[in-house]
């Protein structure tokens, strides 16, 4: 049983934006792969098990797992999940969850053939006017309210700042996929609108049959 396979049949999966494309990738190579952790606590908790334990199954096969822990979307708030908006910590307070967390990360991969990164190292260095002509320009409002995680929070109200996670999330693929060829995301399920968006912008900016997947 291949591995996508072996997690339907546990009842892993949620969604995937290309099964068939995906399970094609899987067949001929091994991949490179990524879980993003916001160092909202001091921990990793229960809502991390799904995909740190997909992960895992990908790394036990052979595949090379990424985990990017995320210093700078931390610091913006993700808001899937949430009727309200995150309350901003200090940088200090993230700093000392990115290294519990990092801790953590390495007691369950180990150090061979895996990696940590901090979101922070590229998003920090982004200034506000290539963020908006080198990303922004490529993402649609109209779609972007229509998302789950978005759509959900309109009534609520939403700050532009936790509205746009999304993009930042999608130039963290972006960053992992030109610097280190990793081609698949794997979140949890409210994750899907984002992942969606994450795989949108490899095919904007690196052409639309590039083999780039998301899974939840």
Partial sequence: MDIIEDLKWRGSIKQT???????????????????GVDPTAKSIHIGNLIPLTILKRFQNAGHRPVIVVGGGTGMIGDPSGKASERKLLPKDVFDENVSRITKQMTRLFGKDGFEIVN??????????????????????????????VVASRLQAGISFTEFTYQILQAIDFYTLFKGKAVQFQVGVADQSGNISTVVELIHKLVGPDTEAFGLT
Avoid: C, P, Q
Avoid at 27 to 35: A, C, D, E, R
Avoid at 124 to 141: A, M, Q, T
């Fill in 119 to 148: 979101n922070y190292d590229w998003l920090s260095k982004l200034d506000l006017i290539s963020f908006l002509r080198d990303y922004g320009k490529l993402f649609s409002i109209n779609v972007m309210l229509k998302r789950d």
């Fill in 17 to 35: 934006t290309d099964e068939s494309g995906l399970a094609n990738l899987l067949k001929h190579k091994k991949i490179s792969l990524y879980v």
